[in-house]
């Protein structure tokens, strides 16, 4: 990823120093980035998420959607999107799944938010029969109710980070040492402003994490649910509450890497501060439930009962590997408690499944 280095180390030459922000935009989301081109799901990638673990996650995702749309009063024509949709296999299961309800299926238009071309291949090739629209961002989907589902995208929006030294804050910047990149205090940006409540109180050497674009989509998001009606479900890994810590991190072949080596080959992510784009979506006007735990979430809609109900009918070879995926989504000590689970709506309603 030669391309990426290249382009970083220009900017740097000019800029002196990039934010975690603009670093991770440019290694994930610039020209020949790491979400452009390549697939960098799966034993043979970087890291694999639940739809490619369990098909049954996409399937319990997609009952959800219909009993979301039915509590929305079953609008009769309404935009199903999904942002970040890697290989389709989420969306693929969902809309299996949603055979339940013929109604829905008609009432849908499905639309990826996606900008990897080998992934909108593959997208293209699962979810042919729904004929999907793609777009780059959600600034091009057209007017009407919108039922939204991301999983694993969030982590992927760049971040600022500050850290406290003894002069205050100062933002963690990237900047270039010899041949390689290296971490560097700057004057903080505008992106302080963002700092929580829970941020205050913190040691010399503490950092702080805000993400100026996640809280942005939520905000125009909720807007949107808020004029136009409909739900979002978003699923992805950090804490329930804000708080202090580092949580800048570089995946590469399902090992931790150093988020500033070998730009471009790594996956790079933060965990998603939950309890600021809950607080985000409510300043826009809109009913935010959650966060609640992927374990908790899974269960109660079902996740051990259909696995029992699979393994049962399954040779014991297959009724083992079930009850395995079914521990790795759901258990403590695996995605269970780490990963949560948020929804946003734009009508009050009284309750949403299995938040
Ligand atoms: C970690 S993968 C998750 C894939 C899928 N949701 C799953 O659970 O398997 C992140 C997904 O978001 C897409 N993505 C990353 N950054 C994006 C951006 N800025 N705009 C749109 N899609 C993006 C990637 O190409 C990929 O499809």
């Given at each position: 990823?030669?391309?990426?280095a290249?382009s970083?180390?220009r900017r740097?030459?000019?800029?002196?120093?990039?934010?975690?922000?603009a670093?991770?935009?440019?290694v994930l989301?610039?020209?020949?980035?790491?979400?452009?081109?390549?697939?960098?799901?799966?034993?043979?990638?970087d890291?694999?998420?639940?739809?490619?673990?369990?098909?049954?996650?996409?399937?319990?995702?997609?009952?959800?959607?219909?009993?979301?749309?039915?509590?929305?009063g079953?609008p009769?024509?309404?935009h199903?999107?999904?942002?970040?949709?890697?290989?389709?296999?989420?969306?693929?299961d969902?809309?299996?799944a949603?055979?339940v309800?013929s109604?829905?299926?008609?009432?849908?238009?499905?639309?990826?938010?996606?900008?990897?071309?080998?992934?909108k291949r593959?997208q293209?090739l699962?979810?042919a029969?729904?004929?999907p629209?793609?777009?780059?961002s959600?600034?091009?989907?057209?007017?009407?109710?919108?039922?939204?589902?991301?999983n694993?995208?969030?982590?992927?929006?760049?971040?600022?980070?500050?850290?406290?030294?003894?002069?205050?804050w100062?933002?963690?910047?990237?900047?270039?040492?010899g041949?390689?990149?290296?971490?560097?205090?700057a004057?903080?940006?505008?992106a302080?402003?963002?700092l929580r409540?829970?941020?205050q109180g913190a040691?010399?050497?503490?950092?702080a994490?805000?993400s100026?674009?996640?809280?942005?989509?939520?905000?125009?998001?909720?807007?949107?649910?808020?004029?136009e009606g409909?739900?979002?479900?978003?699923?992805?890994y950090?804490?329930?509450?804000?708080g202090?810590g580092?949580s800048?991190?570089a995946?590469?072949?399902?090992?931790?890497?150093?988020?500033?080596a070998?730009p471009?080959e790594a996956?790079?992510?933060?965990h998603?501060?939950?309890?600021?784009?809950?607080?985000?979506?409510?300043?826009?006007?809109?009913?935010a439930?959650g966060?609640v735990?992927?374990?908790d979430?899974?269960?109660?809609?079902?996740?051990?009962?259909?696995?029992d109900?699979l393994?049962a009918?399954?040779?014991?070879?297959?009724?083992?590997i079930l009850?395995r995926?079914?521990?790795?989504l759901?258990?403590?000590?695996?995605?269970?408690?780490?990963?949560?689970?948020l929804?946003?709506?734009?009508?009050?309603?009284?309750?949403?499944a299995?938040?």
């Amino acid at each position: 990823m030669q391309q990426i280095a290249e382009s970083l180390r220009r900017r740097l030459a000019l800029e002196g120093g990039l934010t975690i922000a603009a670093y991770m935009e440019t290694v994930l989301a610039g020209a020949g980035g790491y979400y452009r081109e390549n697939d960098p799901l799966g034993e043979a990638g970087d890291f694999i998420t639940a739809p490619e673990i369990s098909q049954m996650f996409g399937e319990i995702l997609g009952l959800w959607c219909v009993d979301t749309w039915t509590r929305l009063g079953s609008p009769e024509a309404f935009h199903l999107v999904e942002m970040g949709p890697g290989r389709g296999t989420l969306m693929q299961d969902a809309l299996r799944a949603a055979r339940v309800s013929s109604a829905f299926l008609a009432a849908k238009q499905l639309h990826l938010v996606e900008i990897n071309e080998e992934l909108k291949r593959q997208q293209a090739l699962r979810l042919a029969d729904h004929q999907p629209q793609w777009h780059a961002s959600l600034a091009t989907l057209p007017p009407g109710p919108v039922l939204l589902l991301a999983n694993e995208f969030l982590d992927a929006l760049p971040i600022h980070q500050f850290i406290m030294t003894e002069s205050g804050w100062r933002e963690r910047v990237v900047v270039q040492q010899g041949d390689s990149f290296a971490f560097a205090h700057a004057a903080p940006g505008p992106a302080l402003a963002l700092l929580r409540p829970a941020h205050q109180g913190a040691v010399l050497g503490e950092i702080a994490e805000v993400s100026p674009a996640a809280i942005a989509l939520i905000d125009s998001l909720a807007r949107r649910l808020k004029a136009e009606g409909g739900a979002a479900l978003f699923i992805d890994y950090g804490p329930a509450e804000s708080g202090l810590g580092d949580s800048f991190q570089a995946l590469k072949r399902h090992q931790f890497h150093d988020p500033l080596a070998d730009p471009g080959e790594a996956d790079l992510t933060a965990h998603v501060d939950f309890a600021s784009l809950a607080e985000a979506a409510r300043q826009a006007g809109v009913h935010a439930y959650g966060p609640v735990t992927q374990g908790d979430f899974l269960r109660s809609l079902g996740l051990e009962l259909r696995t029992d109900m699979l393994a049962a009918k399954a040779d014991a070879e297959t009724a083992e590997i079930l009850r395995r995926q079914c521990r790795r989504l759901i258990a403590p000590d695996e995605m269970g408690r780490l990963f949560k689970v948020l929804a946003l709506t734009g009508a009050d309603l009284e309750e949403l499944a299995g938040i």
